[in-house]
């Protein structure tokens, strides 16, 4: 649980700022986006070998 220490007579939106940093620390947007769009090993694996063939092309069209 996120807990946000208020100092007297603070302003609301100062409060809903530190709340936002706190929640953006913790990763729990990220890990709950993850967790949705689950791929399989084998999807993962050939997107991994697309992306590794695609960027040694580039690095032959440099030299």
Same mark, same amino acid.
């Given at each position: ?12 939106? $100062?409060? =809903? %700022? ?6 953006? &620390? ?5 890990? =709950?986006? $993850?967790? #949705? ?7 993962? &694996?050939?997107? #991994? %070998?697309? $992306? ?5 092309? =580039? ?5």
């Amino acid at each position: 649980m996120i807990v946000v220490q208020l100092k007297e007579g603070e302003n609301i939106e $100062r409060a =809903l %700022k530190k709340f936002k940093r706190k929640y953006e &620390k913790t990763g729990v947007v990220k890990e =709950l986006r $993850r967790r #949705q769009a689950y791929a399989k090993p084998s999807v993962t &694996k050939r997107k #991994q %070998k697309q $992306r590794a063939v695609y960027v040694q092309q =580039l690095q032959q069209e440099e030299e």
